[in-house]
Nanobody, 128 residues
Framework: QLQLVESGGGLVQPGGSLRLSCAAS????????IGWFRQAPGKEREGVAC????????NYADSVKGRFTISRDNAKNTVYLQMNSLKPEDTGVYHC?????????????????????WGQGTQVTISS
């Protein structure tokens, strides 16, 4: 059974860092695009970063570019989201999602409708 499990969320002061993990079971992450999404209270879910299958091409939302880094460790079958210089507006529930290969290893998408499998989410709160 294909499963994604996020971890690493928590309460951090503005300017701090967190690293989120997305561990996969039942499938090999390297064959899938992986996206990180966040949803703040009262707001729509936002795709913040993605990494393409195999080639590892990345794509970031403008709101996190230069502060967040998505990466994949194939040996651990895990994708990470390193978040630095955190701001209160980064607060939300962060989900990872997997998108089955659809013809290109050189592009990934940050639209939630493109993704097939979702984790349960981890809460990130940025507050002093």
């Amino acid at each position: 059974q294909l499963q994604l499990v996020e971890s690493g969320g928590g309460l951090v002061q503005p300017g701090g860092s967190l690293r989120l993990s997305c561990a996969a079971s039942g499938f090999t992450l390297d064959y899938y695009d992986i996206g990180w999404f966040r949803q703040a209270p009262g707001k729509e879910r936002e795709g913040v970063a993605c990494i393409s299958s195999s080639a590892g091409i990345t794509n970031y939302a403008d709101s996190v570019k230069g502060r967040f880094t998505i990466s994949r460790d194939n040996a651990k079958n895990t994708v990470y989201l390193q978040m630095n210089s955190l701001k209160p507006e980064d607060t939300g529930v962060y989900h990872c999602a997997a998108r089955a290969y659809r013809g290109s290893h050189y592009v990934c998408y940050r639209s939630e409708s493109d993704y097939d499998y979702w984790g349960q989410g981890t809460q990130v709160t940025i507050s002093s």
